[in-house]
């Protein structure tokens, strides 16, 4: 798993953002195993603590499940769950100031959908 930190977020945020990720692109699937605490946070070099951090708020969030002795699974509903929620969230918080930018630069939206992503 790669992550590139930055100093802007605590780490179990971006830790909990990463895996998030991985469920919403189909990498961790429903009923998948998360990798270990301590795998993690071998691999990362961060504490566990700081794993067992963002795993908790996965739990929180509805999206993952303890499996006492056995490690953390992905939750059936869990990719449907994320859609709905990083819709409302890109909705909410992100598109308002990117129609404000269209509308500031002028921009059409045949000119949107003509031009190639990324």
């Known amino acids: 798993m ?5 100093n802007k977020e605590p780490i179990y945020l971006q830790l909990r ?3 998030v990720e991985l469920i919403m692109d189909g990498v ?9 605490v301590r795998q993690i946070s071998s691999e990362q070099r961060i504490n566990p ?6 795993f908790q708020l996965l739990v929180d969030d509805g999206l993952v499940e303890k499996r006492r002795g056995l490690g ?14 990083e819709r409302a969230k890109f909705l909410t918080d992100e598109w308002p100031q990117i129609a404000e930018r269209i509308e500031r630069l002028g ?4 000119e949107l959908l003509r031009h190639p992503k990324g």
């Open 107 to 110: 921009l059409g939206l045949d």
């Open 2 to 6: 790669q992550i590139n930190w930055n």
């Open 72 to 85: 953390m699974y992905v939750l059936n509903g869990a990719k449907d769950k994320l859609a709905t929620d």
């Open 17 to 19: 953002d990463r895996l």
């Open 49 to 54: 603590i700081t794993v067992s951090k963002a």
């Open 28 to 36: 961790l699937k429903e009923g998948d195993a998360l990798p270990s």
